[in-house]
């Protein structure tokens, strides 16, 4: 068995950014995904602020550019001049891959774990897969998303966390081709809607929501928005498939590393609570993590880990924090018409310029 630094565990967005930064300080890093085909998606499009440079992406995995967003409540829209961009999370990650050196980072798919096995002191000495196959690395990291697989079984991510799920159709689009829509108020039963321009004269129209109960038949409610005079006016559809997927929305933790076990992205919960933006948020973490991983190793000193932890509590702790006790409010009120209708009236008293910061999540120095 080759003897490797880091052994990553998940192939996504988290994954993928760490691997890359692994790579270009020479470590020997495998990466294991339980997926065949790493760019089969169950949802293809993303709504971002990121800046692409800061994390060298190029153009080619932007599907759209945004410049202005419309808010909509029952009775008033606010509209919002800002760079955003609708990203093909596909041609991202496939630019990752491409971009990741092949002399230090090994990939493996089809590779489905299944658990650990820790020494006496606690540190991971296994990762075993369903066959009974087992890796090993010097650091053992979970990037498994939202299934979470090492984290909940060591207790750093609670093992049942309550899910937002989103649901999306591909439509054709009437409207401006650089603007952006999201939708809330009763009409989206404490959820919300949301279309992402494409090109060609197509749009994403898709409806998420936390609440369990309306989860359990999104696409019925997908297809209620679509009978709505005002998506009606934006869209039309003209086919079947639904594409989607869930997000962890609980916690805001604090802790992700163990001994030798490091956690990044949505096995740890994250994505912005009120944003909902994973990609910003799960990047940077991931390079934080690898600079505290780099240098655990260069210094044989597993401790170091922890300098991650306390690199992101520094830079998002506090910002996490008022995100989430925002998200119990929206969850809450949502629903009431008169409060989306005052709230989008208040966003009114803003600059553009600082809804957008908020949007964006704030984490730019
Ligand atoms: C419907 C929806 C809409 C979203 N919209 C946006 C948006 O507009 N903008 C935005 O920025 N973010 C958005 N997000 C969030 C964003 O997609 C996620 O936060 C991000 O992809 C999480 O990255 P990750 O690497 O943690 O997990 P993932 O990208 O899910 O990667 C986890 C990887 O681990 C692999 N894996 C899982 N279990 C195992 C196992 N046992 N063994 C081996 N491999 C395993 C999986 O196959 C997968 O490849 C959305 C999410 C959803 C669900």
């Not at 993928?16 to 470590?27: I, P, Q, T, V």
Request: hydrophobic share 40%; aromatic share 10%; with cysteine.
């Amino acid at each position: 068995m080759d003897n490797y630094d880091v052994l990553i565990v998940g192939a996504g967005t988290a994954g993928l950014m760490l691997a890359r930064e692994l790579g270009k300080s020479g470590l020997k890093t495998l990466l294991l995904d339980r997926k065949k085909d790493l760019l089969s998606f169950s949802f293809s499009t993303l709504g971002s602020f990121i800046d692409l440079d800061r994390y060298q992406l190029t153009d080619y995995v932007v599907a759209q550019k945004m410049e202005t967003a419309v808010l909509y409540s029952r009775y008033f829209t606010r509209t919002i001049k800002g760079n955003g961009y609708i990203l093909d999370k596909s041609k991202l990650h496939e630019e990752l891959i491409n971009s990741i050196d092949s002399n230090y980072v090994n990939f493996k798919t089809g590779v489905h774990i299944k658990e650990i096995i820790k020494d006496a002191s606690g540190q991971i000495t296994q990762v075993l897969d369903k066959n009974g196959n087992n890796y090993t690395g010097k650091i053992i990291v979970d990037a498994s998303g939202t299934v979470g697989v090492i984290s909940k079984q060591v207790g750093l991510m609670p093992k049942s966390v309550l899910l937002g799920t989103g649901v999306e159709y591909n439509v054709k689009y009437k409207g401006n081709p650089s603007q952006g829509h999201l939708f809330v108020g009763k009409q989206y039963q404490g959820g919300y809607g949301w279309i992402f321009p494409l090109q060609n004269g197509r749009a994403i129209l898709g409806f998420g929501t936390f609440d369990n109960q309306v989860a359990k038949e999104l696409k019925h409610r997908l297809n209620d928005i679509l009978e709505l005079p005002l998506i009606q006016s934006l869209v039309e559809k003209d086919n079947e498939t639904v594409e989607g997927g869930s997000l962890p929305i609980t916690p805001v933790l604090e802790k992700f590393v163990q001994q030798n076990l490091v956690c990044v992205g949505d096995s740890v919960s994250q994505v912005n609570p009120i944003v909902g933006e994973g990609y910003k948020f799960i990047f940077e973490a991931a390079i934080m993590a690898s600079k505290a991983i780099i240098e655990a190793l260069a210094k044989k000193d597993l401790t170091l880990l922890h300098s991650y932890e306390v690199a992101w509590r520094k830079k998002f702790l506090t910002n996490y924090k008022r995100a989430k006790y925002s998200q119990e409010k929206i969850f809450k009120y949502s629903k009431k018409d008169y409060l989306v209708d005052m709230a989008i009236l208040l966003t009114k008293l803003r600059s553009d310029e600082s809804i957008i910061r908020s949007l964006s999540g704030e984490v730019y120095d």
